[in-house]
């Protein structure tokens, strides 16, 4: 069983462009969640999706970060027009259910040139 | 706010020495706490948990006790090992909080022959 996929493990964007970062949840799991960590800063949770629903996105900035977990395909975090604050590691999380462990993928760092 | 804070890093020590690694949170009820460990290059993996108070999470030769009073949950190990070598994040996630982590800014850890 395959554990939580994430790619590009690394991506680097000049400022103004789009970032996709992709999460594979492992087999069989519904929840996704999207971890940021800053530059020196521990792991900040930014969004948490069930299937084609976003159930919490208190920690998503308001403006330009979007995620979607569509009913077919891998979960998507998408920042618009990058800027060189965005330059972090993204973290992506899934579990079977809402109060079952949750198993990390191994990030993708997000570099603004 | 709800947060965590761990001791800052790197903390270096020599094989079998004994390790131990100060966290103490801040939160509205009785979160359930938890350890991370990150080796280099992968992503999160939960190292041990305590749910409530006086509970003790043991794994792999760590430790760690939810102290209730002094609210901490100090991770511990007896004689570490090269192969300990990570960042170890402490958590918390609030009752009903689902999978929604709260992270410390993590602790490097080296261990050195």
């Known amino acids: 069983n395959a554990g939580v996929m994430q790619n590009p493990r690394h991506l680097v964007r000049r400022r103004g462009q789009e970032a996709r970062l992709r999460c594979s949840p492992m087999k069989g799991h519904s929840h996704v969640y999207w971890y940021r960590q800053l530059p020196e800063e521990g792991l900040k949770f930014m969004v948490y999706l069930q299937k084609e629903n976003i159930i919490d996105e208190s920690g998503m900035p308001k403006e330009r970060f979007s995620a979607e977990f569509p009913k077919e395909g891998p979960s998507i975090l998408r920042i618009q027009q990058v800027v060189r604050g965005d330059s972090a590691a993204y973290f992506c999380?899934?579990?079977?259910?809402?109060?079952?462990?949750?198993?990390f993928g191994q990030g993708t760092r997000l570099t603004v040139v | 706010g709800d947060s965590v804070t761990q001791m800052e890093g790197p903390v270096t020590l020599s094989e079998e020495a004994f390790l131990t690694i100060n966290c103490t949170y801040t939160?509205?009820?009785?979160?359930?706490l938890f350890w991370y460990v990150q080796y280099p290059g992968e992503g999160l993996q939960l190292l041990l948990k305590a749910t409530k108070a006086d509970d003790k999470g043991s794994n792999k030769g760590f430790e760690a006790t939810y102290r209730k009073e002094t609210t901490s949950f100090h991770l511990e190990k007896g004689s570490v090992q090269v192969s300990d070598s990570a960042v170890y994040f402490c958590?918390?996630?609030?009752?009903?909080?689902?999978?929604?982590?709260?992270f410390g800014t993590g602790t490097q850890l080296k261990v050195e022959l």
């Open positions: 958590a918390l996630i609030l009752t009903g909080g689902g999978n929604k982590l709260t």
């Open positions: 999380a899934s579990s079977l259910t809402k109060n079952t462990e949750a198993f």
């Open positions: 939160a509205t009820g009785y979160p359930s």
